[in-house]
């Protein structure tokens, strides 16, 4: 019988729920015409209840993107399979313990890339400027050039001039940005590769190349490495 019950929260959060009680109501109402005012009220209590509710869970929808979380989960899937398969091949011990420690450290840095760009979705005032410093840009040069005033042009110029600036610094951002997803998706299809080579190994008896695979992902750390500390040189306050 318990799962029978209904809470207000499952009732009153479900549309279907507010479309058959106001036509249950206004049904009511139909016969009992002094009922209206019941059936007026609750359709619009809680039809504004159910549109703050709506607009509510959109604001706090999860500032990360949620490709990139997914990609980090195959990621840590990739590297437990990869943990699991190099404990079954034949190289010495020192390879296979210096192989999982380079992809520890490569998921290390791809996990403080995450992080960043994280970061740069939730920071509010970086996110109003990408939308708003265009359209200002534009209106300034609009009147700097409708404007014949000297001293006008010359204040008019100078805020341009800032806005230009201020729009190449988000542009730099929003190219790392893009940079950092692409480093994230590169690391994921490698993971798969190596993933992949091993399997093929274990299967065939032959031995995979390991010196070329430590190589590929000493490379890869290193580039995310320098990713990482050019988004640290981003002074956006939210990095301190």
């Known amino acids: 019988m318990k799962n029978l019950l209904f809470t207000w929260p499952e009732i009153g959060q479900n549309p279907l729920w507010y479309v058959a009680t106001v036509a249950a109501l206004a049904g009511i109402a139909a016969y009992f015409r002094f009922l209206w005012w019941l059936a007026a009220l609750v359709a619009l209590l809680w039809g504004g209840w159910l549109l703050w509710q709506m607009f509510a869970v959109e604001e706090t929808l ?46 290390e840095a791809i996990e403080e890339l995450a992080g960043y760009l994280a970061a740069l979705q939730a920071n509010a005032v970086i996110q109003s400027d990408l939308a708003t410093v265009p359209e200002a840009m534009r209106a300034l040069e609009a009147q700097l050039e409708a404007t014949g005033d000297a001293a006008l042009r010359l204040e008019l110029a100078r805020a341009v001039r800032h806005r230009r600036d201020h729009w190449a610094a ?56 320098d990713q990482l500390e050019a988004l640290r040189e981003v002074k956006l306050g939210v990095f301190a």
């Open 170 to 225: 988000l542009a730099g951002v929003q190219r790392l940005t893009q940079q950092a997803h692409l480093h994230i998706d590169n690391t994921v299809a490698m993971l798969g590769t190596i993933t992949s080579q091993l399997l093929a190994e274990q299967a065939t008896h032959q031995v995979a190349d390991y010196s070329r695979l430590s190589g590929e992902v000493d490379e890869a750390t290193r580039r995310l490495q």
């Open 62 to 107: 999860p500032a990360t993107p949620l490709p990139t979380q997914r990609q980090l989960d195959q990621a840590r899937r990739y590297q437990q399979q990869i943990s699991r398969l190099l404990a079954g091949t034949r190289r010495s011990q020192a390879q296979r313990q210096r192989l999982v420690a380079q992809i520890a450290l490569w998921l």
